[in-house]
C-alpha cells in the first residue's frame, strides 16, 4: 500500500527528471518544461506531508498557490521565449547572447 | 483496493512522463504531451491522497492551461520537426568527463548524507498511524483561503495580473517610432 516514502520517492524523481532537463536540454521550451516538473514535484511533497504527518490543509493551500504561480511563470516565460524568437529567429539557449559584455 | 490501482497507475504515469519528458529528443510536440501525462499522473496522485479539490485544479489548470500555452509556444516557434538546426534538436553532447562524474558521485554521497541527517530530526516522531477516512476538502479550503490566508489570495491575484500584462507587453511586437 501506498505510504508516505512512496510518495516521496515519487516527488524526487520528478525532481532530479526536471532538473536533468533543464541542464541537459538545449531547447527554451524544453527547459520550461522541465520547470514545470520541479514545480509539480514541490507541490506533490506538500499533499504528501499534509496526508500523512498533519491533517490541516496548508499544505493544500500551498500547493494550489504553487499551481497559480506555476501558471504566471509559463505565461511570462513563453512571452519572453516568443519575444527571443522575434528578435533572434531561434530559441537555441546558446543564442542568447545578446547581454554578453 | 481500488486505492492502490489509483495510486500504481498513476505512479507509472508519473514516471513514464517524466521520463519522457527527458529522452524525446525528436519532436518537442512529443515531449509536451509527455508532459501532460506526467501531469494526469500528479492529479492521480492528488486523488490517492485525498485531495479533490487539488485533483480537479491540477486538471483544469495545467492540463486545460499550462500544457495548452506550451504546446502554442512550440507552434508560434517553429513548430514540431521542422527547421531542426534553428530549433535547437539536436544530441546533447556526452557531458564531462570520469573526473566529473566521479565528483558528482561524491556529492550526491554528501548532499544525500547531509539531507538525511536533517531529515532524521523532522521525521523522529512520524509513525503510521491509521489514516483519517477520506472526506471532502472544498468547503474547508474555501474557508482558509478567505480566513486564514487572504493576504496571500489578494496578492496572488495581483501577481497574476501583473503576469498576464507583463507578458502581453513583452510578446507585443516593435513598433517604429519615427
Redesign the interface.
Known sequence: ????Y??LF?SF??FV??M??MI????V??M???I??IL?AA??NF??Y????N?N??G??M???I??????????G??????F??VR???????ATQLQA | MFDSVLFISSAVLVLVGSLGVLFIKENLMHACVSLLTALFGVAGLYATLGADFLAATQLVVYVGGVVILMLFGIMLTGGGTSNENKFGIEKVPGMGSVKTYIVAGVNVLVISLIVIRIMANVMKDYKAVPLPPYESTVEKLGTLLVTDHVLAFEISSILLLGALVGAAIIARPTRRTN
Do not use: C, P, W
Not at chain 1, 50 to 53: C, E, L, S
Not at chain 1, 78 to 83: E, G
Not at chain 1, 89 to 95: A, F, K, R
Open positions: 500500500m501506498a505510504s508516505l512512496s510518495y515519487l524523481f520528478m527528471i526536471g536533468a532537463v541537459a536540454r538545449k531547447n521550451i524544453a520550461l518544461l522541465g514545470e516538473l509539480n507541490a506533490l499533499v504528501a499534509t496526508r500523512f504527518i491533517q490543509l496548508d493544500h493551500i500547493s494550489l498557490f499551481i497559480v504561480i506555476a501558471a504566471a511563470e509559463a505565461a511570462v513563453l512571452a519572453i521565449v516568443i519575444r524568437f522575434q529567429e531561434s530559441i537555441h539557449v546558446d543564442d
